[in-house]
């Protein structure tokens, strides 16, 4: 069997988190991809220490779902071209990819699945889109807000979380672990089902 196809059970999978590379960055809320993969690959003992075509990544089980992690290490705007080329090495199509990405259209510590698409303005999945020239994979939307006081959207979203916010943060993030490992399980439209609610949960234990 060719070394980069999957085994029993299915497709290779690729979950890209987005997000800006380097310690200045790590705790903005445009990295809340990047924390979600490191979440899985903590919780999944994926190692994504190995490093190539400008990323961080690393293969293993998620559940009975293989899967590549992956960070990519070249700036937002430019994030495309590392995920197109690990899905070429890998032989992932982009139908295969689950690119996990912060969203100030909607409100903080909502989830929303999504098929195909836009960028939404998002200049990391304009670089996805860009690369594979379509937007033909589905995106994990994790509910940043905008800015209550009027700073502008570029700012807010390289800032580091309110105190509220960062409060609420471990919950979301595991939320969105969860929603993660339904897609790749059970297929998007099951985590549509499930996650594109309004979550009440996560803002009453901390109202």
Known sequence: MDAHQNGPGGRLRL???LG??????SATRHNIGFRVVERLAEEFAVDIGRQKFDA??????????EAVLAKPLAFMNRSGPPVRQLADFFKISSQDILVVHDDIDLTFGRIKIKEK????GHNGLRSVIDAFGGGAFTRL??????????????GYV???FGRDEAAML?????????AVVTILVQGAKAGMNQFNVNPATLNASHS
């Open 15 to 17: 979950v890209v988190g």
């Open 20 to 25: 800006n590379p380097g310690p200045h960055y």
């Open 56 to 65: 961080v990544f690393g293969r293993g089980r998620i559940g009975p779902v």
């Open 117 to 120: 698409g836009g960028h939404g």
């Open 141 to 154: 939307r994790l509910g940043i807000g905008r800015s209550g006081t009027g700073q502008d959207a570029a």
């Open 158 to 160: 390289l800032d580091r």
């Open 170 to 178: 471990p919950q979301l993030i595991q939320r969105a672990r969860d």
